[in-house]
């Protein structure tokens, strides 16, 4: 009879721990399909991806300055006598579409120049020592030209009449940019990052994303384009913003107009604009 408990309780005891078992492994397959991206919830961290363009010498592509830095990758070293020549370019300039260019010219030291107002004048900082270099140009506070290298910032440059020796620089560097062009003299830049407006005409971008996946006015449909996402989100009034991924092709609608947490991988959230706003920008 103590041997029959005994054998009892052994077998009782075996059958616990395999239940713990089966109970932890079902926990470690239900967290792995939430990590899997299987359903969007508010710890969607995955940043989108950054993606490079080659650089194709003498093309116009649109980038607009003033909203979007310009980014461009180099792999040459100081003293090769290789150089980065980008022009900005204006859609309504007066006089031609120019406004403003950059070379920077990897001598020793290394140089840059800023076409109609300066000639060539040394970085005032020493480069990062690292042969593959990521560049930022960008504009603010009017005429203020910013040049970042791996992060370390190595040109604030304020144009001005003291600044400048081309009376005429105003007539250039004061333009907006809408477009720029890697000359063919470039040597240095192969590739850039490539900017543009995401949200069709009604709607503007704005960062980040609603979690879930939209609402019963749309969720997870498959459309072919992000215009065809915006043309669902228009026949319904109570659509005040979409999201929109070009690798899944799902299109979103939402009852919301603005996100409330961060991006969610590649999906563009376009709000749709009220009729006052579309008219300024017709304007």
Same mark, same amino acid.
């Given at each position: 009879?103590?041997? =029959? #408990?005994?054998?009892?309780?052994?077998?009782?005891?075996?059958?616990?721990?395999?239940?713990?078992?089966?109970? !932890?492994?079902?926990?470690?397959?239900?967290?792995?399909? #939430?990590?899997?991206?299987?359903?969007?919830?508010?710890?969607?961290?995955?940043?989108?991806?950054?993606?490079?363009?080659?650089?194709?010498?003498?093309?116009?592509?649109?980038?607009?300055?003033? *909203?979007?830095?310009?980014?461009?990758?180099?792999?040459?070293?100081?003293?090769? +006598?290789?150089?980065?020549?980008?022009?900005?370019?204006?859609?309504?300039? *007066?006089?031609?579409? #120019?406004? +403003?260019? %950059?070379? /920077?010219?990897?001598?020793?030291?290394?140089?840059?120049?800023?076409?109609?107002?300066?000639?060539? /004048?040394?970085?005032?900082?020493?480069?990062?020592?690292?042969?593959? *270099?990521?560049?930022? %140009? =960008?504009?603010? #506070?009017?005429?203020?030209?910013? /040049?970042?290298?791996? +992060?370390?910032?190595?040109?604030?440059? *304020?144009?001005?009449?003291?600044?400048?020796?081309?009376?005429?620089?105003?007539? =250039?560097?004061?333009?907006?940019?809408?477009?720029?062009?890697?000359?063919?003299?470039?040597?240095?830049?192969?590739?850039?990052?490539?900017?543009?407006?995401?949200?069709?005409?009604? =709607?503007?971008?704005?960062?980040?994303? %609603?979690?879930?996946? +939209?609402?019963?006015?749309?969720?997870?449909?498959?459309?072919?384009?992000?215009?065809?996402?915006?043309?669902?989100?228009?026949?319904?009034?109570?659509?005040?913003?979409?999201?929109? !991924?070009?690798?899944?092709?799902?299109?979103?609608?939402?009852?919301?107009?603005?996100?409330?947490?961060?991006?969610?991988?590649?999906?563009?959230?376009?709000?749709?604009?009220?009729?006052?706003?579309?008219?300024?920008?017709?304007?």
């Amino acid at each position: 009879k103590q041997w =029959y #408990q005994r054998r009892v309780r052994g077998i009782s005891l075996k059958m616990m721990l395999c239940l713990l078992v089966v109970v !932890s492994w079902s926990a470690v397959l239900v967290e792995s399909q #939430q990590l899997s991206g299987d359903t969007q919830t508010n710890q969607s961290t995955v940043s989108s991806t950054e993606l490079w363009t080659s650089v194709q010498h003498g093309v116009k592509v649109p980038h607009i300055l003033a *909203k979007y830095p310009l980014k461009i990758k180099t792999k040459s070293e100081v003293g090769s +006598g290789e150089k980065i020549v980008v022009a900005f370019m204006s859609s309504d300039g *007066k006089d031609g579409d #120019q406004a +403003g260019t %950059i070379v /920077i010219h990897f001598t020793s030291p290394p140089r840059y120049r800023l076409f109609w107002c300066s000639g060539f /004048i040394d970085l005032p900082t020493r480069l990062p020592p690292q042969k593959n *270099k990521t560049w930022k %140009i =960008y504009k603010k #506070q009017g005429s203020r030209i910013f /040049i970042e290298c791996n +992060g370390v910032k190595v040109v604030n440059f *304020k144009l001005s009449d003291d600044t400048c020796k081309d009376d005429d620089w105003e007539e =250039y560097w004061e333009r907006d940019v809408t477009h720029i062009r890697f000359s063919r003299s470039d040597t240095a830049s192969h590739a850039y990052l490539f900017h543009q407006d995401n949200c069709p005409g009604g =709607y503007a971008e704005e960062e980040g994303d %609603i979690p879930g996946w +939209g609402t019963r006015l749309g969720s997870r449909m498959w459309v072919s384009s992000r215009q065809e996402c915006a043309d669902r989100c228009d026949k319904q009034s109570l659509c005040l913003s979409f999201e929109h !991924s070009n690798t899944q092709r799902y299109c979103n609608l939402n009852m919301m107009a603005m996100p409330s947490q961060r991006k969610y991988r590649d999906y563009v959230f376009c709000r749709k604009l009220e009729e006052e706003e579309e008219e300024e920008e017709e304007e």
